[in-house]
């Protein structure tokens, strides 16, 4: 099934409970459910996808800021668009 959407990664039951707990934080769901459905014994198991989280966060703000730096360069270059 992997193989047909194009995903290379080889599919274990680690990956499909991280890509699961991923998804779900990524849909605002909060981390102590989360934690009792994998089964995890402390919520701290469970904060390892929040980093995750932060770093797909982190990554795409620098993203829009390289953009929107993109964006006034080329505005600058035209005065009359100011």
Known sequence: MAKDAGIDV???SYVSRHSFASIT???AVTVTP????LGHQSLSTTHIYLATLQKD???GITKIKS???LVRL???TYPILE
């Open 10 to 12: 080889k599919q274990t």
């Open 34 to 37: 989360i934690s009792e459905m």
């Open 57 to 59: 966060i982190i990554d």
């Open 74 to 76: 080329e505005i600058s």
């Open 67 to 69: 953009i929107n730096a």
């Open 25 to 27: 934080i990524n849909k």
